[in-house]
């Protein structure tokens, strides 16, 4: 698969490329943007893939996030695909904010005019990776995932769908529980259907419920000020309710003061690279 | 000739410069001498001011008592005058109304008169009016005892005696059979005119003043460890003085000597050393203690009896802490000095080495529990967590579910915990300013404090309702708790 790079950038002794690619899971051509810290010249490194959240590109994370130093400093790849294929054409797709481009919500799409592009969960699990250790100095069994909102949404199931590929796990104010939110229901209805059987298989309160794979250890910070948790949006209780019934460690801090911007991304993220680290260079 | 005159003068000149660095010595030691001296007669008229001033203070109390107390007794006579005058005043009028009285009445009248005479009689004859002061109008001033302040002021001018001169061990070859070359040392605060030297000769079959002095006893107890390091205290083993101690480690033949009971000395990580001390003193060397095992892997510590709680109890290995199901009642509880007194908990004895320290906490389901550090010296009536001198994880155990609290300053961020810790893993860091707890069971990170320890800290253990904790050091930090 051809890889054309679209921008390199020297940051924190590293490198933040951006690349684009004609994916065959979304049938269009997308970007993603990869961090290569100093380690990467001589080493594999671990790789963490970050997913962003409703109307992100791949730009906001690498610009707002400050992630970088981190990255550097333990040695970490970090992939930032787009969050939605782009450029489809297709009716009512720019319609909303919160469905269609820029809203993919990390399912495979079964319902029409969606179900031949929006596959952004086998392009997240299945093309990208494939994609990055066939072009990248990475160890292709060290690989973590995080994301925030949508992204947190898309991190957490893709870590319970896929018990043992990803070394760990954490989102920033991620929706736990879609099929209760409004935002989880219009997207499912659209990509999925009426089936609410179908949703279940994207939910992370439901998957973790009936988990069982290698022990999962989840890192979960919220912004208590964040308009979307008082708009009961995000449901982090529920999620965590059933992860203290089925003994799945998560640790979940509500930050006072913080919102659901990426000003609030940027205050933890040094947290969640060293809790990633952790597991990818154990 | 010339020549010779220039080394003459040439002469001339360093002898003048020899001259002038010998006054400059010279004029320094005078300076000195009167910077002593004036401090010397600062310090003592300072003590002579004081006792007069002490003095003054006294006496001026002993007079207003007095003055106090014989304004009373005026007062009191003065009062008792005045009843005095009243009575004699109601009498007089009496017996005018009677002498005013109509004479047709006067054989009663007589008879009044007869039993008034009667009455102002034996009136008058009961007051003895007392004119004279009950008190006298002068003070008592007894003599002022001011002698040993004039003792003061004598011993001013006196210079103070020497402290006793040292005598240095005796040099090798320095005794002949008739001769002995005797060396001393004295403290340069001294001024000494001339010394005296005293001299006995010591019967061969007396036993020698100096014996070898007891073997110490390591205080188990009161020993801890860590990495680079390990603290060694003991118990002197000799009711005479001893000068010196020798602690032995026997793996490296490494030899350290110290003053006190108590030696902290560098080792190396990982290793296991047999370390035992020795007294010495003018006889030579004690017989060595009995060996201590120490092992450097891991940070290893006791708990300190002496601060826990009277509601704590101890295990025998000294590890495990229980808070009993009895209520013990106030009275019976002995609370001393350094135990906490509403907190029920015990601080442990971490070595004082900067670093990394680890130790782990085993606890069960049930039990709440304050587990963290805390410098030395805080406050014994306060709650761990609670004030700025402590910092800790707090379970508390509802009915529903497991609260978790990081306490310091009272204060503690919003988290939520899903799988109950029983094995806690606290990894402390000074030199980064870091304080982790972990599930040490899943390896999970659940807190770091970040604070600049400004001293030395403790590890602190509480139970804030009955149960148990177990203490587990010695233990190799894992590699995940100092990322």
Known sequence: MALTQVSSNKCAGGFQKVFEHDSTELKCKMKFAIYLPPKAETDKCPVLYWL?????????????????????????IIVAPDTSPRGCNIEGEDESWDFGTGAGFYVNATQDPWKTNYRMYSYVTEELPKLINANFSTD????????????????????????GKYKAVSAFAPICNPVQCPWGQKAFT??????????????????????????????????????????????????????????????????PGYDHSYFFIYSFINDHIKHHAKYLNA | EI???????????????????????????????????????????NDVLQTLSQRYDDRETGLQEEKKSKLESLYKQLVACGQALDT?????????????????????????????????????????????????????????????????????????APSAPVINPQLPNSATQTSLHVCWSLFSDDTVEYYELYYRPVLEDTPADSTLPSPPAIKQRECSSCPEAALIRWESGNTNPVDSYI??????????????????????????YLISVRAVNIGGPSDRSDAITISTTGTFFYLLEDTAHPCLSMSEDGFTIFYGDEELPITAMAFEDNTFTRCVAILGDLIPVRGRHYWEVEVDDETEFRVGVAYED????????????????????TPSRHKYEFLHNGWSPDLRITVHPVRIGVALDYDRGTLSFFNANLEQHLHTFHCRFHNYVHPCFSLDNPGALTVHNGIQAPDYTFI
Request: some cysteine; overall charge negative; glycine content about 8%.
């Open chain 1, 52 to 76: 962003s959240g409703l109307t992100c590109t791949e730009q906001n994370f690498i610009t707002k996030a400050g992630s970088q130093l981190a990255a550097a400093e333990h040695g970490i």
């Open chain 2, 378 to 397: 805080t406050e014994r009536d306060g709650y761990l967590g609670a004030n700025g001198s402590s910092w800790c994880m707090r379970h508390i155990r």
């Open chain 1, 140 to 163: 292709p069994d060290r690989m973590s995932i995080s994301g925030h909102s949508m992204g947190g949404h898309g991190a957490l199931i893709c870590a319970l769908k896929n018990p």
């Open chain 2, 247 to 272: 602690v032995e480690l026997s793996e490296t033949g490494t030899v350290v000597a110290v003053p006190t009971c108590q030696c902290l000395i560098q080792l190396q990580a990982g290793r296991q």
């Open chain 1, 190 to 255: 659209g990509y999925l259907g009426a089936d609410r059987s179908a949703w279940e298989a994207y939910d992370a309160t439901v998957l973790a419920a009936s988990y069982s794979g290698p022990q999962l250890d989840i890192l979960i910070d919220q912004g208590r000020d964040d308009q979307f948790l008082s708009a009961s949006q995000l449901l982090p209780d529920n999620l965590i309710a059933v992860c203290s019934e089925k003994k799945i460690p998560v640790v979940f801090r509500l930050q």
């Open chain 2, 3 to 45: 020549a010779s005159i220039r080394n003459q003068l040439q002469g001339k000149v360093a002898e003048m410069e020899n001259f002038a660095g010998h006054l400059e010595e010279i004029f320094l030691t005078v300076e000195e001498n009167f910077g002593r001296q004036e401090q010397h007669l600062e310090q003592h008229y």
């Open chain 2, 88 to 160: 004699s005043k109601e009498l007089i009028e009496t017996a005018q109304e009677v002498y005013r009285c109509q004479d047709e009445r006067l054989f009663l009248k007589v008879a009044q008169l007869g039993l008034l005479r009667d009455f102002f009689f034996l009136e008058f004859a009961k007051e003895d009016i007392d004119l004279s002061l009950s008190t006298s109008l002068e003070f008592s001033t007894p003599l002022a005892d001011l002698s040993d302040v004039k003792t003061m002021m004598d011993s001013i001018n006196v210079v103070p």
